[in-house]
């Protein structure tokens, strides 16, 4: 079998020979599986792979592989990304079965302290919670994207928020039926820690890794739902840029 192979943000990608080029069509979408290696072809284990349009998260296991079974259509994109390496997108078409390589990111992990270690593992939960979860996300190229200073203009188009006037600029209120005071301050979080008070737009976009809007207490996640008084008007949470990430 002839290899193909590309560069896709910091991947590389090509095609599996048998017995691994498993792929096929299946009665309600294809199977696909995949191998995730480092840039000296070791498996990376645990790394997590996800079809974002279709709300399917799934990790390597501990040979680098994956599987996702049911896949509708003839083109998949996968979000693949691992703490210590530069994340990817690949796209996948027809019933290709990948070895995707992912690149060490500049920083070296082991050499950071564990704060900021806690922090991108924070953040690789938000692109998990981005993937599979129940409320809206903006992402870091989703803010590129607007090429804006001001963290509410990469929001205009989240549904379900209304913008009001702010000391520094715009701040965020949800549209609920469950919430009766027109102006009711959702809890923002920044890096996993409560900031009360905080508005969207007292953090510079540019400083902006990703935002998770949460409009109530049914759709936060448990970790930000600690203080449960505090979820009733909504809860954002704000992630800012980490060295190597």
Same mark, same amino acid.
């Given at each position: 079998?002839?290899?193909?192979?590309?560069?896709?943000?910091? @991947?590389?990608?090509?095609?599996? !020979? #048998?017995?691994?080029?498993? =792929?096929? *069509?299946? %009665? $309600?979408?294809?199977? +696909? @599986?995949?191998?995730?290696?480092? !840039? #000296?072809?070791?498996?990376? =284990?645990? *790394?997590? %792979? $996800?079809?974002?349009? +279709?709300?399917?998260?799934?990790?390597?296991?501990?040979?680098?592989?994956?599987?996702? *079974?049911?896949?509708?259509?003839?083109?998949?994109?996968?979000?693949?990304?691992?703490?210590?390496?530069?994340?990817?997108?690949?796209?996948?078409?027809?019933?290709?079965?990948?070895?995707?390589?992912?690149?060490?990111?500049?920083?070296?992990?082991?050499?950071?302290?564990?704060?900021?270690?806690?922090?991108?593992?924070?953040?690789?939960?938000?692109?998990?919670?981005?993937?599979?979860?129940?409320?809206?996300?903006?992402?870091?190229?989703?803010?590129?994207?607007?090429?804006?200073?001001?963290?509410?203009?990469?929001?205009?188009?989240?549904?379900?928020?209304?913008?009001?006037?702010?000391?520094?600029?715009?701040?965020?209120?949800?549209?609920?039926?469950?919430?009766?005071?027109?102006?009711?301050?959702?809890?923002?979080?920044?890096?996993?820690?409560?900031?009360?008070?905080?508005?969207?737009?007292?953090?510079?976009?540019?400083?902006?890794?990703?935002?998770?809007?949460?409009?109530?207490?049914?759709?936060?996640?448990?970790?930000?739902?600690?203080?449960?008084?505090?979820?009733?008007?909504?809860?954002?949470?704000?992630?800012?840029?980490?060295?190597?990430?």
């Amino acid at each position: 079998m002839q290899h193909r192979r590309a560069i896709v943000a910091g @991947a590389m990608v090509s095609l599996l !020979s #048998a017995p691994f080029a498993v =792929a096929s *069509a299946q %009665v $309600g979408g294809r199977t +696909l @599986a995949g191998l995730v290696v480092d !840039s #000296a072809g070791v498996p990376i =284990a645990r *790394a997590d %792979v $996800g079809i974002v349009l +279709l709300r399917r998260l799934t990790r390597t296991d501990d040979s680098g592989r994956f599987v996702f *079974a049911g896949i509708p259509g003839d083109s998949v994109e996968f979000s693949v990304r691992h703490i210590g390496h530069k994340a990817a997108r690949v796209r996948v078409s027809s019933n290709d079965t990948i070895r995707i390589m992912l690149a060490r990111s500049a920083a070296v992990l082991e050499a950071v302290d564990v704060k900021t270690r806690r922090l991108r593992e924070g953040i690789e939960g938000f692109y998990r919670r981005s993937i599979s979860g129940m409320g809206a996300y903006v992402t870091r190229e989703d803010i590129e994207h607007q090429n804006t200073m001001r963290t509410s203009d990469a929001l205009r188009s989240t549904a379900g928020i209304r913008f009001v006037r702010v000391a520094g600029g715009l701040g965020i209120r949800f549209n609920s039926a469950s919430i009766v005071r027109r102006d009711c301050t959702p809890m923002i979080w920044l890096d996993g820690q409560r900031a009360p008070g905080l508005e969207i737009d007292n953090v510079p976009a540019p400083h902006v890794e990703g935002i998770e809007l949460y409009s109530g207490p049914s759709t936060t996640p448990m970790q930000f739902s600690q203080y449960s008084s505090s979820s009733t008007c909504g809860t954002i949470v704000v992630w800012t840029r980490q060295p190597g990430l």
